[in-house]
T-cell receptor, first 111, second 116 residues
């Protein structure tokens, strides 16, 4: 079974609102990363959070990690049209150091 | 766009054809990856090379054959593919493969492959 799983699968919000996406995983991790992918393009790394960290910020992005619940969230504040993309979490499992991506959340920012 | 380039960007091939996908990274990284991305499925890691040595092969059919002649170039040779192999093939690189410090991956734009 896959390690990281994002929810919701799809999310549509108005421009200016905040968008929250969640990622749940099954086994202990070394770190968790979030990536963005614009339609038909490669993934772009957004932020990495280590297992001993609880929160990280980067510009309008805020990532939280709760290792007790095996979950992470990505918050995008004051969303913009350019934020329309798919967002993936990638977990680096402790048991084998393998990085596994989830299916992603498709975010659509409405004008 | 990210220091990782892929050619061609689009490829249509018949099931009896032989073709190759090329990836080049200009970042001085030591690890390179091939991923397959199909609709509504998680990104699938196919192969990993670290310092030109294959270190992961995730049960990929032999009709996909990777080659890493040097740390900057990665190829994926394709032969007798099936229609279900149609997907976006992404190449990525990272500073190192595994270690104490986690490294993010830098992705190329991908090759959209259609097998007819």
């Amino acid at each position: 079974s896959q390690q990281g799983e994002e929810d919701p699968q799809a999310l549509s919000i108005q421009e200016g609102e905040n968008a929250t996406m969640n990622c749940s995983y099954k086994t202990s991790i070394n770190n968790l990363q979030w990536y963005r992918q614009n339609s038909g393009r490669g993934l772009v790394h957004l932020i990495l959070i280590r297992s001993n960290e609880r929160e990280k910020h980067s510009g309008r992005l805020r990532v939280t990690l709760d290792t007790s619940k095996k979950s992470s969230s990505l918050l995008i504040t004051a969303s913009r049209a350019a934020d329309t993309a798919s967002y993936f979490c990638a977990t680096d499992a402790k048991r084998d150091d393998k990085i596994i991506f989830g299916k992603g959340t498709r975010l659509h920012i409405l004008p | 766009e990210t220091g990782v380039t892929q050619t061609p960007r689009h490829l249509v091939m018949g099931m009896t054809n032989k073709k190759s996908l090329k990836c080049e990274q200009h970042l001085g990284h030591n690890a390179m990856y091939w991923y397959k991305q199909s609709a509504k499925k998680p990104l699938e890691l196919m192969f990993v090379y670290s310092l030109e040595e294959r270190v992961e092969n995730n049960s990929v059919p032999s009709r996909f054959s990777p080659e890493c002649p040097n740390s900057s170039h990665l190829f994926l040779h394709l032969h007798t593919l099936q229609p279900e192999d149609s997907a976006l093939y992404l190449c990525a690189s990272s500073q190192e493969y595994r270690g104490e410090i986690p490294y993010e991956q830098y992705f190329g734009p991908g090759t959209r492959l259609t097998v007819t």
